[in-house]
């Protein structure tokens, strides 16, 4: 087996590194026997890294006599110069690159039996201060050599191509042991307000908010405010600005600061107050080190929260490829044989029969459609969700035939990633409800996102509701998604006049009691 190309490379600079070192010293030493000695070695590197570059069958044959030429020449030139002893190293250097740790002890064994015979037998033997020399840099030629067959492991060892998802278990598994046992659990907003209840206890404020990042700019995780919603825009305000400078920030009643680079909070003291005889700087000092702990705990919950939608989307992208591309395909293909029955049918019978089939063909091309279009959009890139939402419903009416109004009334801010995309599945799931079993001829979607508050309203004017079946998990599937978030589930149904669906999104914080996720998340209104 042949060098390749990184050890080849690797090879060719540790000769160059070393024949750069010996040069000064022997051109310290004006001896033709030094010069002879060091051009010998060049030689005989040269002609061992044109093998490495150019591997024959006689490769290990090359590195056996390089071991030995390099010895022969570093011992009959011991005794008139130490300059080009050192070439001793690169030998089980380059052969463990490329042989392993027996390709390095082979070296070694062979520049010891050729240095010591060489010595013994023509040069009289060897001083105290010679053999010194000569063991000092084999020591050394075998640390190098032990090195470079950790690289030799390294380098020559074949891709497993499932060495990645087998490493991707390990941490998958270790991840979902540790969030089981994590005392304060992963839930960003509980976190989030024990932050603002600890910083509530020492500073007495009128608006109080935790911002976390999304992208470059901020996303307000909760907020609370006992004035009006100018003191929030103002708490926005100074957030931004300790963000941006990474340090508290403190101008009038308004104070800000980040907590390393998992949040900002921001709040506004309260009226009366002065901000110098609070020393509102001196509080955010104490404040810092003791809210370290939570800070981290609220960081991992986010990036868990990340982690979870991002393998989420990959999996619903997946099963829409393999829906598409798939039963799609089959059950087209069912269509065009069923046309070429239609063109021909033996009996009127049987043309209705087959004109029924057609037509349940085409429902359920169209159901699969729908549930590819489903399953492919998400918030994603969207600039908002309430554009992610229009973009959903204006597909389901292309595939449905059903008109779809929707009004969108948003700021600037956006919510959380992780609360936009439970928000947009749980209208995408009460449009789709609608469509499928109300028999509505119109649906009118209302969605009013003022981070981090959301109010999203899907209404039809459809049969209502009806007796659930068995298989219908809709209903279920949104109340879960409602409780994730911790947002509250309203479902007015009247019966003959349509059915109205409800997810509100409070994330306000209430300076008077603990944030608390409700336990019903889907009420009858």
Known sequence: ????????????????????????????????????????????????????????????????????????????????????????????????LARGVRGVLVSLVVETVVFVTVSEYLLDGLTDEHSLSAFSWGVTGLGLGLIASFLNSTLLKPQDPLAPYLY????????????????????????????????????????????????????????????SPEDLSACEDVATDAWTVGKPVVRGRAFAFPL?????????????????????????????????????????ALLFSAFRD???????????????????????????????LAAKPASPEQAERISLLRERISAIVAEVR????????SVGTSESLGMAIGSIARSLSEVSGVPIHVTLDEH???????????????????MNNAIKHAEASRIEVNCQVH????????SDDGRGMQQARLDSNGMQIMQERARLIGAVLLVDDAPGRGLTVTVRMTASHDHDAPVDVPTDAIVRA
């Open 1 to 96: 087996m042949g060098a390749s190309p990184q050890i080849s490379t690797l090879s060719a600079a540790a000769r160059g590194f070393v024949l750069i070192a010996l040069l000064p010293p022997v051109l310290r030493t004006p001896d033709e026997k030094t010069l002879l000695a060091f051009v010998a070695i060049c030689a005989i590197w040269a002609f061992s890294q044109a093998s490495d570059v150019r591997p024959t069958r006689a490769h290990d044959v090359v590195a056996i006599l390089e071991a030995a030429a390099v010895a022969l020449v570093c011992a009959a030139s011991i005794q008139t110069t130490y300059a080009v002893v050192g070439a001793l190293a690169v030998p089980p250097f380059t052969v463990g």
């Open 168 to 227: 991707a278990q390990t941490l998958i598994r270790e991840l979902i042991d540790l969030s089981g046992g994590l005392s304060s659990g992963l839930d960003p907003n509980t976190l989030g307000g024990a932050i603002l209840s600890t910083v509530r206890d020492d500073v007495p404020t009128s608006a109080l908010a935790i911002y976390v990042s999304r992208g470059d700019s901020l996303t307000p995780l909760l907020t609370g405010s006992l004035g």
């Open 260 to 300: 390393n680079q998992a949040a900002v909070v921001a709040g506004l003291l309260s009226e009366g107050l002065d901000p110098d005889t609070m020393d509102v700087g001196d509080r955010i000092r104490r404040l810092t080190p003791e809210l370290q702990a939570s800070a981290v705990h609220l960081d991992t």
């Open 310 to 340: 991002s393998a989420t989307a990959d999996e619903r992208r997946r099963l829409a490829r393999e829906m598409h591309d798939g039963v799609a395909q089959d059950i087209a293909s069912l269509g065009y044989l069923v046309d070429v």
């Open 370 to 377: 729908r549930s590819v279009v489903n399953l492919r959009t």
């Open 412 to 430: 600037t801010a956006r919510l959380r990633p992780e609360v936009e995309a439970e928000l947009f599945r749980i209208a995408q799931e009460a």
């Open 451 to 458: 981070a981090p508050d959301a109010v999203i309203t899907v």
